[in-house]
């Protein structure tokens, strides 16, 4: 029912900012969480940020706090991931991605999200 496409990445230095954004065509309502993941070559997918729609209750990952930004814009359907201080670590597929309803205590994985993106690649040169 909802449909997520990515958009941001590309190629950029270590130590830039890249900001991602994942504009959604289906409707969301206001208990949905909008997620970011990503995955790297060989490496699991890994949680990166959600945020609840309705209220901009906002998780990260550990790793990530400080460095990265998730936040939305409802009038436009669309959440972002502000990434700053990249690293060679970042470099993944970043993958956008919605859930109807979470378990409160499993907002961060991933098998609680019933929609995905298409994915969009960030790589960071050093």
């Known amino acids: 029912q909802v449909q997520l496409v990515e958009s941001g990445g590309g190629l950029v230095q270590a130590g830039g900012s890249l900001r991602l954004s994942c504009a959604a065509s289906?409707?969301?309502?206001?208990?949905?969480?909008m997620g970011w993941f990503r995955q790297a070559p060989e490496k699991e997918r890994e949680f990166v940020a959600t945020?609840?729609?309705?209220?901009?209750?906002?998780n990260y990952a550990d790793s990530l706090k400080g460095r990265f930004t998730i936040s939305r814009d409802n009038a436009k359907n669309t959440v972002y991931l502000q990434m700053n201080s990249l690293n060679a670590e970042d470099t993944a597929v970043y993958y956008c991605?919605?859930?109807?309803?979470?378990?409160?205590?499993?907002?961060?994985?991933?098998?609680?999200?019933?929609?995905w993106g298409q994915g969009t690649q960030v790589t960071v040169s050093s």
């Open positions: 289906g409707r969301i309502s206001s208990a949905y969480f």
């Open positions: 991605a919605a859930a109807r309803t979470v378990w409160g205590s499993m907002i961060r994985t991933w098998d609680e999200y019933d929609y």
């Open positions: 945020i609840r729609w309705g209220d901009g209750y906002t």
